[in-house]
Structures are given as C-alpha cells and as structure tokens.
C-alpha cells in the first residue's frame, strides 16, 4: 500500500528539502570558490535565499542551474545581470523556448569572455578565466546530477547546452595593392614587385586537425596603414545563431565583437603605427609589431569528436615600408700645405626614398661633409706635428686623399617568411657598396738639421684599400652583423722614408734604415650601430708613433752611430660616423 501524503506533510518535506539542498549548493559554492565564501561569511544563507528567489522567477530551478547562476554574482556582483554593462547575462538568461541547461551554461561562456577580456587589466580583482573555469568544472562535477531544488522526485541530471562547436576556420590576408622591394636594377636601385605566394598568405584549421597557429604574423598593406585579414568560421551546429560562433578582436586600437552570421564571412582590419614623418631612427633598425588578439569560439561542445573549442591567435602586424639611402662622394682634392689652404670639397650626392617617396636628404648630405671637414682639419694638424715632432724645416704636406670615395646603397624593411603567416616575417637588408676605404697619397717633406748633417726628408704613405661588398640578409639569416661584417674593412698602410744628404762643411751624412716604424691605420664601412639595433656608416683613421732609425757617419771624427729619430706622434686624423 502506497503511502500518500497530504498536501501540508508535501509541502513541509519540500521545505525541508529545499534547505538540505540549499546547504548543498552552498557548500559547492565555497569549495569552488573559497576566498568568496570567506569574504560572505554568515551572510551565506542569505545569498543563496535572495538567489533561490532570483533563480525561481528566471525558470532556473535544477541545483546546478542554481549554483552556476551563483558563481557568477561571486564574481561580478550580487544581482549584477540588472545593472548597467551586464546586458549580455540578461540575454543569456532570459531566453525564450531556450533550456535551463543552455541558459546556465551560456551565462558561464559569456562570464568567461568578460574575465578574458579584462584579464590584461590591473586591479579589477576579478579571478583569472582558468580559476573560473576550474571552479565551473567542480560545480558541475558535484551538482549536475543532483536534480531539482526542493523536488521529492527522482533525481534528473541537467543536460548543459547542445550541440555548439566552430567545424573550421580560414584566415586569408587580403593584399590590395603591390607590394614592393627596392633591388639594384640596370647599375640603378629601383622598386621591383615581391613576388609572393597566395597559398602562403592563408592559414586553415578543421575541426579534428591542429589548432590555428598561437600567432600569425602580417604585413601592413602595401597601399595603406592597416593590415586586413578575411575570417571565415563555419559552425554546422550552434547552440543560439544571435551567440555563437564568436568573434572577439582585442588590440590597442578597439575592442570589439562579432557573432552568428556575421562571422561566416568578415574582414578584420589591423592598424599599425604610421612611419616616422622625419625617416627611421637608425639605418636597418626593424620596427616593432603592434600586437592584437583574436578569439574564436563556441560552446566547445559536440555530439561526436573532439571540439575544437576556443582558438587564440595573438596578431602581430610588421611596418610594411621599405627604405632606400645611397649616396655618392669623390675623391677629396689634393692638399699641398701650408703653400695654400685646403679647396673646398665637392658636395656629395644622396638619395633617400620610403616606398618610392623622395624623402629630405640634407642631414645625409651634411654628414658626408662632415667626413671630408675632418680630414682637412686632420691633415692640418698632421703638418703640425711633422714639423714639431721630427724637427724639420720648410716643412711640406701633399696628399691626394680618398676617403669613402665612390657609391654605395643599402635598402631595408620587413619582408614576409616564405614559410607563410605562421613564420615570423624577416627584416631584409641589402648593401652595395664600391669604395675607395682610404688611400690618403700622402707625402711628407722638409729639411732636418741633426748633429752636424742637413738632409732632405721625403715620408711616403701611398696604400690603397678599396671595400667592394653585395649581399642581403635573407630569410634564414639570424645575425645581421655577421651578415655585414664583410661591409667594412680594416687597414693598415705603412710609411716609407726617403732620405737626401745636403752637403755641408763638417761632411757628416745620414742614412735611413728601413723599415720606419708607424703606419696609418683605421677602419671605414658599415658596422652595427653602437646604441643597438641598425647600422651606421664609419670611418676612422689614425697615425701609429713613426720613428725612424738613421744611421750618422762622420769621416772627420771617424764616428758611425744609430741614432732613432721621432718624425710623427700617435694622432687620430678622422673619427666620424653618419646614422
């Protein structure tokens, strides 16, 4: 005989059912999220009373539907779906002919996409989107078959969602104009296409298949400032098409969402920082990417397979502009000091473009005057000291100097990886040089006075060193110095002395031993920039001490000595560097 109750003992078995299953839920909710429930403390009861109510009029009434309503005022606010900013919970949970599963289980998508979003945001003492998943995960291990609150029925476990998963995804960067490099072309730097690959401009993922890659790296439009990617999404299953799939851009330039319909086919449009109105910092010195997010996702819930779930790919987008600098000097005119004063140089020629614009030129111009200032002020100084330091008289400098004399270029910017947008981009630089490094022609002459002798000196330094260099950093190179090492070069030219005895009474004579110690030395070229990345155009020269060792004979007192004989002190004759 069944045992039938009244309708008073029903509804005091519920009530009594109601709280056992309350304590429950509560419980549930401070293991998931304890520092929460530490902060409520006794007001607990009362928490979960005020949200039972809440549930009840929102048609939530499976405990799990309960708890996971809960979690999210834990974390965003008690009754926060009715304040202003928290439209999307109200959406979620009041949707007509839509499951309480589906509801419940969409508020905690949603929630997590909120935290996502202000996870990069200091101080908002919200948990991470992993804590809030974990803390799901608990809930719905411990409720999800603990059927309805208060219910004397059999327990009924709450199905969460159906059926909502993204089957693919295509990202393709659209090129709208033609893109560009600079090349040496007829003897001439010109702007040549880029061939590239359209194969390698797009990256596919399917469900079942690997993930997108966690970063795609793009090129700015050659024809704008703005990167621009087409997305597709297909999702044959979607749990609500006003919901899912979603898809979330997150960048320094805006935050926005797309969802349903508007994901099967869009274009993403990715800023990137303008170049410098007045050129780079530093030749060949790469721009920094700007950084953006893209999220795509659904419920990560399927009827068969593994879902795909939610995709993260961070966008890196690279400056596309390319430059170009080249310039050309001469050889300096010829000094003869101090019968008259150095002539004027002749200015030097420079070119500078930014993906075919002219761009100013004066500063390069003027630094390559500059060189040809500091070696007229270094030879200057060069007839001084050969004067004091070796004692002649009538003292005469010549020289014939070339100093970076002749043409070079170097071309540089971001190009993209052969390996397609999965591979970071490589910065291309390319140089053509065809210099004379030094050859300063120098003769230096006078007449010395020494220990009863007078002779006529003649000190020669005529070596030549030329620096020839054609390559470009490609794709598979790491190190652009070592690239670039053989764009500059490092010289040693010695000095050659020459001796002419002047008779006088006393018929002491001089002879110079070879070799005389000294040299001119230096370096001149391209070398990586000293403040870091980049490279920078450089010369330096220098005089080593040059003495020599001449050998005295005097036939009256029948005397032969050795007798070492500065002529020139250690100097720097050009120290100069051109960004």
């Given at each position: 005989?069944?045992?039938?109750?009244?309708?008073?003992q029903?509804?005091?078995?519920?009530?009594?059912?109601l709280?056992?299953?309350?304590?429950?839920?509560g419980?549930?909710?401070a293991?998931?999220?304890?520092?929460?429930?530490?902060?409520?403390?006794?007001?607990?009861?009362?928490?979960?009373?005020?949200?039972?109510?809440?549930?009840?009029?929102l048609?939530?009434?499976?405990?799990l539907?309960?708890?996971?309503?809960?979690?999210?005022?834990?974390?965003?606010?008690?009754?926060?779906?009715?304040?202003?900013?928290?439209?999307?919970?109200?959406?979620?949970?009041?949707?007509?002919?839509?499951?309480?599963?589906?509801?419940?289980?969409?508020?905690?998508?949603?929630?997590?996409?909120?935290?996502?979003?202000?996870?990069?945001?200091?101080?908002?003492?919200?948990?991470?989107?992993a804590?809030?998943?974990?803390?799901?995960a608990?809930?719905?291990?411990?409720?999800?078959?603990?059927?309805?609150?208060?219910?004397?029925l059999?327990?009924?476990?709450l199905v969460?969602?159906?059926?909502c998963?993204?089957?693919?995804?295509?990202?393709?960067?659209?090129?709208?104009?033609?893109?560009?490099?600079?090349?040496?072309?007829?003897?001439?730097?010109?702007?040549?296409?880029?061939?590239?690959?359209a194969?390698?401009?797009?990256?596919?993922?399917?469900?079942?298949?690997?993930?997108?890659?966690?970063?795609?790296?793009?090129?700015g439009?050659?024809?704008?400032?703005?990167?621009?990617?087409?997305?597709r999404?297909?999702?044959?299953?979607?749990?609500?098409?006003k919901?899912?799939?979603?898809?979330?851009?997150?960048?320094v330039?805006?935050?926005?969402?797309?969802?349903g319909?508007?994901?099967?086919d869009?274009?993403?449009?990715?800023?990137?920082?303008?170049?410098?109105?007045?050129?780079p910092a530093?030749?060949?010195?790469?721009?920094?990417?700007?950084?953006?997010?893209l999220?795509v996702?659904g419920?990560?819930?399927?009827?068969s397979?593994?879902?795909?779930?939610?995709?993260h790919?961070?966008?890196?987008?690279?400056?596309?502009?390319?430059?170009?600098?080249?310039?050309?000097?001469?050889?300096?005119?010829g000094?003869?000091?101090?019968?008259?004063?150095?002539?004027?140089?002749?200015?030097?020629?420079?070119?500078?473009?930014?993906?075919?614009?002219?761009?100013?030129?004066?500063?390069?111009?003027?630094g390559?005057?500059?060189?040809?200032?500091q070696?007229?002020?270094?030879?200057?100084?060069?007839?001084?000291?050969?004067?004091?330091?070796s004692?002649?008289?009538?003292?005469?400098?010549?020289?014939?100097?070339?100093?970076?004399?002749?043409?070079a270029?170097?071309?540089?910017?971001?190009a993209?990886s052969?390996?397609?947008?999965?591979?970071?981009?490589?910065?291309?630089?390319?140089?053509?040089?065809?210099?004379?490094?030094?050859?300063?022609?120098?003769?230096?002459?006078?007449?010395l006075?020494?220990?009863?002798?007078?002779s006529?000196?003649?000190?020669?330094?005529?070596?030549?060193?030329?620096?020839?260099f054609?390559?470009?950093r490609?794709?598979?190179?790491?190190?652009?110095?070592?690239?670039?090492?053989p764009?500059?070069?490092?010289?040693?030219?010695?000095?050659?002395?020459?001796?002419?005895?002047?008779?006088t009474p006393?018929?002491?004579m001089?002879?110079?031993?070879?070799?005389?110690?000294?040299?001119?030395?230096?370096?001149?070229?391209?070398?990586?920039?000293?403040?870091?990345?980049?490279?920078?155009?450089?010369?330096?020269?220098?005089?080593?001490?040059?003495?020599?060792?001449?050998?005295?004979?005097?036939?009256?007192?029948g005397?032969?000595?050795?007798?070492?004989?500065?002529?020139?002190?250690?100097?720097?004759l050009?120290?100069w560097?051109?960004?």
């Open positions: 005989m069944a045992l039938q109750l009244t309708l008073e029903q509804r005091a078995l519920e009530a009594l059912a709280q056992r299953d309350l304590a429950q839920v419980a549930a909710l293991r998931a999220f304890p520092e929460a429930a530490a902060r409520i403390g006794e007001r607990q009861a009362a928490l979960l009373e005020l949200g039972w109510r809440r549930a009840q009029a048609g939530l009434a499976h405990a539907a309960l708890a996971r309503y809960l979690a999210a005022w834990f974390v965003f606010g008690v009754e926060f779906e009715t304040r202003p900013g928290f439209e999307w919970a109200q959406q979620a949970l009041v949707q007509d002919q839509a499951s309480e599963g589906l509801r419940v289980f969409q508020l905690g998508r949603r929630s997590r996409e909120e935290l996502q979003r202000h996870a990069a945001k200091p101080g908002t003492g919200l948990p991470a989107p804590v809030f998943d974990a803390a799901l608990l809930l719905d291990a411990e409720l999800a078959g603990h059927g309805a609150m208060g219910s004397l059999p327990r009924e476990r969460l969602g159906s059926a998963d993204i089957d693919a995804v295509d990202v393709t960067q659209i090129e709208s104009g033609v893109r560009q490099h600079y090349a040496v072309e007829q003897g001439r730097w010109q702007r040549v296409p880029t061939g590239l690959d194969e390698l401009q797009r990256v596919l993922s399917t469900q079942g298949n690997a993930p997108l890659p966690a970063q795609l790296h793009l090129l439009a050659a024809d704008s400032s703005q990167a621009r990617l087409r997305l999404c297909l999702a044959r299953h979607v749990c609500d098409a919901v899912h799939p979603l898809v979330n851009f997150n960048g330039h805006g935050h926005y969402d797309r969802r319909p508007m994901t099967q869009l274009l993403v449009t990715l800023p990137h920082e303008p170049p410098r109105a007045d050129g530093a030749m060949a010195a790469g721009s920094p990417a700007a950084f953006s997010e999220t996702a419920c990560g819930l399927r009827d397979g593994a879902p795909m779930g939610e995709q790919v961070a966008l890196a987008v690279y400056p596309p502009e390319q430059h170009m600098l080249a310039w050309r000097r001469e050889p300096s005119p000094f003869d000091l101090p019968a008259q004063a150095p002539p004027p140089a002749a200015a030097p020629r420079g070119r500078r473009e930014c993906d075919g614009k002219a761009q100013d030129v004066q500063a390069l111009q003027a390559l005057a500059q060189l040809d200032t070696l007229a002020e270094g030879l200057a100084r060069l007839f001084i000291a050969w004067e004091r330091e004692g002649v008289e009538s003292g005469r400098l010549q020289a014939e100097p070339a100093v970076l004399a002749g043409g270029g170097l071309t540089w910017g971001w993209a052969p390996d397609g947008l999965a591979a970071a981009p490589f910065y291309r630089v390319a140089g053509l040089l065809d210099l004379v490094a030094c050859q300063l022609d120098l003769r230096l002459s006078g007449e006075a020494l220990q009863g002798t007078r006529r000196l003649h000190l020669h330094c005529a070596a030549r060193e030329e620096l020839r054609d390559a470009q490609g794709p598979r190179d790491d190190d652009l110095a070592a690239v670039f090492k764009a500059q070069c490092v010289f040693r030219h010695p000095f050659v002395l020459h001796l002419e005895n002047i008779a006393e018929l002491a001089l002879d110079a031993l070879q070799p005389v110690a000294g040299a001119v030395v230096g370096a001149a070229g391209l070398r990586p920039h000293p403040a870091g990345a980049g490279l920078q155009w450089f010369a330096r020269i220098a005089v080593e001490p040059v003495v020599a060792t001449l050998h005295l004979h005097d036939p009256l007192l005397q032969q000595r050795l007798l070492p004989h500065p002529l020139l002190p250690a100097m720097t050009v120290d560097s051109l960004d």
